[in-house]
C-alpha cells in the first residue's frame, strides 16, 4: 500500500500516510495522549522492530476538513494457529500439502508491541473515529491483498465505541488478556499477607532458599544502553520459551525505549556477585507500572526462583513510588492467579474481507480465539468478563 492513496467514507475522507509523513502533521503530536504508548512508542516500534510489519497510517478527516485522528496500522503474514498447541499437529500435516493453509496476510490495527488504542485527537471523538476505521479498513486491506482486518488488543473499555462492528461484519473475540493487580498495600508483606495460605507458604519457601545464595541486587533505569549487549540474551531466552510469538524486541528497541521515553521508560536490572541475571522492561504512566517483558538468565533462574524476586522487586519499588496499580502482559497465568491478579481483558474485532468466507470465519474463530485453549484463564474471578 502507497502513501497517498485516499477513501471517502460518509462522515469525511481517509489518507494513507507513511511513518516519514507523520512529522509534517501537528495532530501526531497529540495522537494517545495520556495513553502510556503514547505517539513517541509507535515510532520506535515502527523504526527498531523487525521486517515482518509494514507500517501505515490512517489519518482520518471530517467533511470540514478538520483532523479527527491518525490512527496506526500495519500488515503482517500471520499464522492464525500460533499459540494454539491443540490444532498445530493437524495443521501442520495440512501445511506438507498446502504451505499457506490458514497463514494469512493481515491488516491489524493497533500496536505491534501492545495493547491497540484508539487515537482520537479528543476523548468524545473516539465513537467516531471508530466508526470511521469500520467504514474504511475493508478498502484498506482489499487494496493491499490483505484477507483478513484485525483489531489487535483492545482494552474492554472500548467496546461501547465498538458497538456498532457486529452490524458491519466483525466478530469479536477475547484476546490472551493482560493481568492487573491492585497495590492497595503498605509494603510487600502486607500484600503477601492476603494471599491464600498455600500460595504464602510456598514463596516463603522460596524466598528462604534465595536469602540463602549470594546476594541479589538490583538497579533500576531509564535507559538500558549501557547494559544492552549483557542483558539482551536474557529476553531472548524467555521469548523462545514462549508458547506465543508475535513481535521480537530489538537491541535499537531497548536503547531508543529509554532514550526517547525517559519519563515513562523504566528498566529493572537484578545482578548477583556484579553479573546481571535477569532484567524487566517497564513503563509507567498514570499510576500504574505496565511489566512488559522479562528476561532471566535460565542458568541460575530456577534454583534462585528468579521470576518470584524479581516480581517481589518490582512490586516493593511500585509501592514505595506511590503506584496504585500492576499490569502485566499476556500467558504465565498459573502463577499470576495464585498472586491474585485479575484478568485485565484485550478484545480482537475480526473481518474476512469476503462477505462470503466472512460468515464460515465467524463460525472458525470460536475454534481459532487463543483463550480457549488456556485452561488457567477460566480460574480467574473475573473470567467472564473475557466474554462479556
Known sequence: MSSGQTIPFPNGVARVLSGTELGQCEAWQNAFVGKCKDHRFYEIVEQTLDSKFEHHYLLLEDKSGAVRAIQPFFFVQQNLVEGIPALRGAVEMIRRRFPRFLTMRVLMVGNA??????????????????????????????????????????????????????????????SMPMTELQLRYTDFDHYLSTLGASTRKDLRRKFRKI?????????????????????????????????LKFERLTKDYLRSLGQRMPDRARFFVWRQNGKAVAFSVALVNDGVIYDDYLGLDYRVALDLHLYFHTLRDILTWSIKQGLERYRSSP?????????GCDLFPLDLYVLHTSPFLNQIFRRALRFLEPTRHDPVLKKFRNASELYG
Open 113 to 174: 508491541a501492545g495493547e491497540g488504542h484508539l487515537s482520537a485527537c479528543a476523548p468524545e471523538d473516539e465513537a467516531w473515529v471508530a466508526n470511521a476505521l469500520c467504514a474504511t479498513l475493508k478498502t484498506c486491506a482489499q487494496q493491499a491483498g490483505a484477507s483478513l482486518v484485525v483489531f489487535k488488543d483492545f482494552p474492554a473499555r472500548y467496546r461501547e465505541a465498538f458497538r456498532n462492528f457486529p452490524a458491519s461484519g466483525y466478530t469479536r473475540v477475547p
Open 211 to 243: 536469602a540463602t545464595a549470594d546476594p541479589i541486587t538490583l538497579e533500576v533505569v531509564t535507559d538500558l544502553t549501557p547494559y544492552v549487549d549483557e542483558v539482551y540474551p536474557f529476553y531472548l531466552q524467555v521469548h523462545e520459551r514462549s508458547p
Open 331 to 339: 500467558l504465565n497465568y498459573q502463577p499470576k492467579f495464585h498472586l
